[in-house]
C-alpha cells in the first residue's frame, strides 16, 4: 500500500520559514516526479515544486522561483520542501504526490497516481 505522509506543517509570521517532508512508502518511485501542491480557500490546487526522483532535478514555477526549495533524500524515502520569506497569500494545504509520468507533465494534477492527506501552512501578516 503507498502511502504519502506530509508533516512540519505550522503556523508562521510573514518573512519566516518552514520545512515540510513527505515520508513515502509503499514501493519504488524510480522514474517518478514528486510534487508539492498547495490549495487556499476557494482557490485550485496549484504545483510549487516538483523533483525527479532519480536525478534529483527540480521544477519551480515562476510564483515560487527563489524562495522554495525541494529536494529527496532517496536513503529516507523522502521529499522536502523548504520555503522561505513566507509571505500571507502561501496560505494553504500543502499536499505531495507522486506523478508516474516524471517531469514531463508535472503541472496536472490529474497526473498524479498518489497523495498524501497534506499538512496546513499558515503565515500571518
Known amino acids: 500500500q503507498v502511502q504519502l505522509v506530509e508533516s512540519g506543517g505550522g503556523s508562521v509570521q510573514a518573512g519566516g520559514s518552514l520545512r515540510l517532508s513527505c515520508a513515502a512508502s509503499g514501493r519504488t518511485f524510480s522514474g517518478y516526479a514528486m510534487g508539492w501542491f498547495r490549495q487556499a480557500p476557494g482557490k485550485e490546487r496549484e504545483l510549487v515544486a516538483a523533483i525527479s526522483w532519480s536525478d534529483g532535478y527540480p521544477y519551480y514555477p515562476e510564483s515560487v522561483k527563489g524562495r522554495f526549495t525541494i529536494s529527496r533524500d532517496n536513503g529516507k524515502n523522502t521529499v522536502y520542501l523548504q520555503m522561505n520569506s513566507l509571505k500571507p497569500e502561501d496560505t494553504a494545504v500543502y499536499y505531495c504526490?507522486?506523478?508516474?509520468?516524471?517531469?514531463?507533465?508535472?503541472?496536472?494534477?490529474?497526473?498524479?497516481?498518489?497523495w498524501g492527506q497534506g499538512t496546513q501552512v499558515t503565515v500571518s501578516s
Open positions: 504526490a507522486a506523478n508516474r509520468y516524471g517531469l514531463g507533465d508535472v503541472l496536472r494534477t490529474d497526473k498524479y497516481d498518489y
